[in-house]
């Protein structure tokens, strides 16, 4: 344990005065720290304690972790007196939410001068630390002492604080963030922020401010593209979910709106989707204008599914019949999530798919309505490979009109397709693979698109991207929108993938080569640099054929009828003798697409902003059927 005496610390010009660690909380006991109460337990925690969701976030193998025989425990825990010799004081912190009973306080002249709490009040928050920092500027050289506080005996009613450090580095959330009400009426705090930081993804949507996870209510009408999410208002970690909100013309140049859906009675805002009401089953529209309505997972206690609507182009949002239950939960505690809906034009009723949580196999049901308000349950689909976040739609084979089959998909992408009937899917129990990458997740399709094409866009989870270990003030974005449609191959029906056809909107500046050597290719690309690139490569290949691609620093090679990046193949086959690449890089992400999107792969990438080189090389002559390279615009206004 290391409780460092500030107060007898040699005075540095600000260029040399390195952090000064007040408490990292690595003993088994909290030394010269004065402790009240049960809540803090005999010393710091080693991570999770019994009956608590797992702690994360912290450093070390200990933390200050006031779950210590439940929420019921109460206590505070105290510094010695210290001297504030450095500009701002950072720390992690989580647990509850609430200003007088779980915090972290800062004590001068026994007033407390700053507060900090963990970003938790409902029911779904997360048990993760985050990075927060005190500005403690004005305080130079006058005595402290820091006071974690626990008197709460109610949800949420704990704290978690980690490595207090003294430093001349702002690093982290502004403490004063922790703590709010989720509040329609702050949302003007989000507009301040922009989109010019230097890791910020300049052609993939992420939220001005805080976490975003799954894509939400995705659905179009009136010329705009609706993108709901999952989202934080309170903080980059996952938490207090919300739906965020944002409209396009075209699925890439988004303009995020307030909150659309807020928490309420204690719980909050699980995953669903969206679909336009064209024939008034609600029965709530307005004049000519449409209704969307909005099913979501409430998420308290035991799950079920309620619904939300708007009669104002999805601009503000009510609850129907206040939030209650339209499907009560089915006996699955809180598996039930995650609503599927759209109208089934041959059998004239609205479905829903909601995946429940059971022992294996895991299983979806199918329920019909004729109002949105009533749902009868109609039939169970039961596979291994389902797990949350379900997706249906139907796509032609080969592009044939006549010749139709469903597509039924999951989180993690891997799918089944099949006929349905509007009731009970069919299909020959066989699934497949739709993405080969770590970073792609939760995927859902459009509903009410304006044309034939199914769009879909991803969650790109992970915490390997750089806005990460760069504390930017948002966390998480989303994948290139991508097409999907149905091809026959040797080995039957399958997926594709490919980027929407309007990112071509974003090219300022390319270059175009068709049936060229690897001499001509490597001194074409010599010329060529980018920050933002989409290219596309066909080349001969056989099963000896290597190449690389080098983008930005990133290297993407292939061997073994396969692309290899970040150490995970993509399998690309010869297709008559020759093979495609498309790659799409921007900030902080690659995205590759193999044979025309057959097999795709999602990554993050900590790419080196002063690096804008292309490249390519090969272990022999390999022969370049295309080759083309576009540098792309910012969709965002700066």
Known sequence: MQTP???????????????????????????????????????????????????????????????????????????????????????????????????????????????????????????????????????????????????????WGHISVDDIRATDTQTGIDASEFGKEPNLDNFETYLEV????????????????????????????????????????????????????????????????????????????????????????????????????????????????????????????????????????????????????????????????????????????FFNSDDLRNWTEVSQFDRDWVFECMDMVELPIDGDSNNKKWLLYDASFEYEIGDFDGKTFTTDRVAHRGEYGPNYYAAQSFNDGPDDRKVLIGWMRGDNAPFVSHQMPFNQQMSIPATMTLKTTPQGVRLFRWPVQEISELYAGSKVWNDITLPQAKAGLSEFEAELVDLSISFIADAQTELSINVRGQEIRYQDEAFVFQNVKIPASPIKGVVSLRCLVDRASVELFANDGAAVGTFYAKLDPANESVSIDSEGDTKIKSLEVHRLKSVWTK
């Open 194 to 365: 922009g989109y010019n930081q230097v890791y910020r993804p300049q052609f993939h949507f992420t939220s001005l401010r805080n976490w975003l996870n799954d894509p939400n209510g995705m659905v179009y009408y009136d010329g705009e593209y609706h993108l709901f999410f999952q989202h934080n208002p309170l903080g980059t970690a996952w938490g207090n979910m919300t739906w965020g909100h944002a409209v396009s013309p075209d699925m890439l140049q988004w303009k995020q709106l307030p909150h659309a859906i807020l928490p309420y009675a204690d719980g909050t805002i699980f995953s669903g989707t969206a679909v336009v009401d064209h024939n008034n089953s609600l029965g709530v529209q307005q004049g000519d204008t449409k209704t969307l309505v909005a099913a979501f997972t409430f998420a308290k206690g035991q799950f079920s599914q309620a619904l939300a609507y708007s009669t104002d182009r999805g601009r503000t949002f009510k609850l129907w019949n206040d939030g209650k239950p339209v499907v009560p939960n089915n006996g699955y505690d809180s598996g039930e999530r995650d609503p599927k809906i759209f109208w089934h034009e041959a059998s004239q009723k609205w479905v829903m798919v909601l995946w429940v949580k059971q022992a294996q196999p895991g299983r979806v049901l």
């Open 5 to 155: 005496e500030l107060q007898t610390q040699e005075l540095q010009t600000p260029e040399k005065r390195s952090d000064v660690v007040i408490q990292d909380f690595e003993s088994e006991s909290y030394g010269d720290w004065k402790v009240q109460g049960e809540a803090f337990g005999p010393g710091p925690a080693m991570g999770t304690l019994p009956g608590q969701m797992e702690v994360s976030g912290f450093q070390g193998k200990r933390l200050v972790n006031s779950f210590f025989d439940g929420d019921r425990t109460t206590g505070t825990l105290t510094s010695k007196p210290f001297t504030i010799k450095r500009d701002f004081m950072t720390f992690l912190i989580g647990g509850g939410g609430y200003k007088e009973t779980t915090c972290m306080n800062l004590l001068i002249d026994s007033k407390v001068v700053r507060i900090a709490t963990g970003p938790n009040r409902n029911s779904g928050g997360s048990e993760r630390l985050e990075l927060a920092y005190w500005d403690v500027k004005e305080f130079f050289g006058k005595q402290a002492t820091v006071q974690i506080i626990d008197q709460n005996q109610g949800g």
